[in-house]
Nanobody, 126 residues
Framework: QLRLVESGGGLVQHGGSLRLSCTASDVTLDEYAIGWFRQAPGKEREGVSCISSGGGSTFTADSVKGRFTISRDNAKNTEYLRMNSLKPEDTGVYYC???????????????????WGQGTQVTVSS
């Protein structure tokens, strides 16, 4: 069973930056498509960004395009979500998810991914 662990969340001021990490043991994450999702209180979980297995393609939602960047470090077996110019509406729990040998659909949906982390809280103060 693939176990994903997110880290890097925290409290940051409007306009600040954070970098989230997603790691896993005993698997090669480059073999998985990785999606980042977020869920604000009282709202549905939203797909934010995705990188395909092999890293050949990425996709980022319009709501964060130009501010968030997904990347992969194969040497560290770690996925990252770099978040710049953070806004209060970016507040929520951020999750990484994985799907074996998959691409990234244009619309990042929960149903694409079989494996999920526990999430990390991001709070952006105004």
């Amino acid at each position: 069973q693939l176990r994903l662990v997110e880290s890097g969340g925290g409290l940051v001021q409007h306009g600040g930056s954070l970098r989230l990490s997603c790691t896993a043991s005993d698997v090669t994450l480059d073999e998985y498509a990785i999606g980042w999702f977020r869920q604000a209180p009282g709202k549905e979980r939203e797909g934010v960004s995705c990188i395909s297995s092999g890293g050949g393609s990425t996709f980022t939602a319009d709501s964060v395009k130009g501010r968030f960047t997904i990347s992969r470090d194969n040497a560290k077996n770690t996925e990252y979500l770099r978040m710049n110019s953070l806004k209060p509406e970016d507040t929520g729990v951020y999750y990484c998810a994985a799907e074996y040998l998959s691409g990234c659909p244009r619309r990042i949906q929960m149903a694409t991914f079989d494996y999920w982390g526990q999430g990390t809280q991001v709070t952006v103060s105004s």
